[in-house]
């Protein structure tokens, strides 16, 4: 079954540390890979996607993704973290039908001023 | 600001009582697609409309169900509640041509059944 595993569930760390949140997929075929930020009470926030193409890509505020597809891996950095970025992130595949997304358990980040 | 709208933010069910949850579409979307996200986990796709019917389903009972209007809004039904049902129900509005690239998802509704 098609699945997406977040390696983390809780990352600790403190202002200017630098952030890799894992996320492997488990799907042969094409797919289509995304990840979402979840601010406490509000909606999901689409930080980056990964299509087609140079699979390094980059996304809103400072965060960018690897796509290296002989790992099946679509792993979030960031050199440098704020208090702000303390939120839950969601690593998502689609992988075509239906357009829906295949969701990770998330990663709850926890910045340290 | 986030188009997609739904309602309530939060409601409290009995066990074995029907709930429904509303969702209006952004602007311009012709897609709704709904996710149930239980504590500590991600969303899981519950089913998809478009065009007022079911354009795909996840690994769901059919005590879920959905409508869509005309106007694209949407409901989730839920028959028979079980206190496992307890979770964000998060609806995702967009346009059917290009996946789930362009969702935009409401807030969500907190339900709890007790």
């Known amino acids: 079954a098609q699945s997406v595993s977040q390696h983390n569930h809780h990352v600790i760390l403190s202002e200017a540390a630098s952030l890799e949140l894992g996320c492997n997929y488990s799907y042969g075929g094409t797919v289509n890979l995304f990840w979402y930020v979840q601010y406490p009470g509000q909606h999901l926030q689409l930080l980056l996607k990964?299509?087609?193409?140079?699979?390094l890509v980059k996304g809103i505020k400072g965060f960018e993704a690897e796509f290296i597809k002989s790992k099946f891996s679509f792993n979030l950095r960031k050199p440098s973290v704020q208090w702000s970025d303390t939120a839950e992130y969601f690593c998502a595949a689609e992988t075509g039908g239906y357009n829906k997304l295949i969701f990770g358990a998330g990663t709850r980040l926890a910045v340290h001023p | 600001e986030t188009g997609v709208t739904q309602s309530p933010t939060h409601l409290i069910k009995t066990r074995g009582q029907q709930v429904t949850l509303r969702c209006s579409s952004q602007?311009?979307?012709?897609?709704v697609s709904w996710y149930q996200q239980a504590l500590g986990q991600g969303p899981q796709f519950i089913f998809q409309?478009?065009?007022?019917?079911?354009?795909g389903r996840g690994n769901f009972p059919p005590r879920f169900s959905g409508l869509q209007f005309p106007n694209y809004s949407s409901e989730l039904n839920v028959n028979a509640l079980e206190l496992d049902d307890s979770a964000l129900y998060l609806c995702?509005?967009?346009?059917?041509?290009?996946?789930?690239?362009?969702?935009?998802f409401g807030s969500g509704t907190r339900l709890t059944v007790v």
């Open positions: 409309y478009y065009r007022e019917e079911e354009n």
């Open positions: 995702a509005s967009s346009l059917v041509d290009r996946g789930a690239d362009g969702y935009t």
């Open positions: 602007s311009g979307h012709n897609t």
């Open positions: 990964y299509f087609s193409g140079d699979p």
